[in-house]
């Protein structure tokens, strides 16, 4: 589906809601805390946050968990996620994990990396993963 462009105020925002969600970040061992807001294409804004486990592998990453309940309350269909740390001179960027979940949904929607400053870099998903393979691979 054709990419939806958002105006510097939706981005805006779709960033300080990134940046609300990581306040509720469960990282009581990396003390890395993440947010992730995801838009879809009618509007409505998830919000995860990364939920750490003593198990370290059984920890699930903010981008993970703001898709995973898109998709359970029926969206499929993003326009957008930001993503947010405290990283305050570099922009955070998804793990490989959370690269492939997101494209699951499509190559052609946006990544908002961004700065504790809320400054941000645009990216597509394409451009984070390219050369992926998709759901689109399993018919050929």
């Known amino acids: 589906m054709a990419q939806q462009d958002l105006s510097q105020e939706e ?3 779709l960033i300080h809601q990134s940046h609300e969600a990581k306040e509720f970040s469960f990282s009581p061992y990396s ?10 294409r009618d509007g409505r804004v998830f919000k995860g946050c990364n939920v750490e486990n003593a198990c370290y592998n059984l920890g699930v990453c903010a ?19 930001a993503i947010a740390s405290d990283m305050e001179n570099e922009f955070i960027s998804p793990c490989g994990a959370c690269r492939q979940v997101m494209r699951e949904f499509g190559c052609k929607w946006d990544v908002y990396l961004t700065k ?10 394409d451009e984070l993963l390219p ?3 998709g759901p689109e691979d399993l018919s050929k």
């Not at 993970?64 to 326009?79: L, P």
């Open 63 to 81: 981008e993970r968990n703001a898709i995973a309940k898109a998709v359970s309350e029926g969206y499929r269909d993003f326009i957008a996620i």
């Open 31 to 40: 003390k890395f805390r993440v947010g992730a807001a995801l838009k879809t």
């Open 131 to 133: 050369c992926s393979f």
């Open 11 to 13: 981005v805006n925002e």
């Open 116 to 125: 504790l400053d809320k400054s941000y870099k645009k990216m597509t998903v």
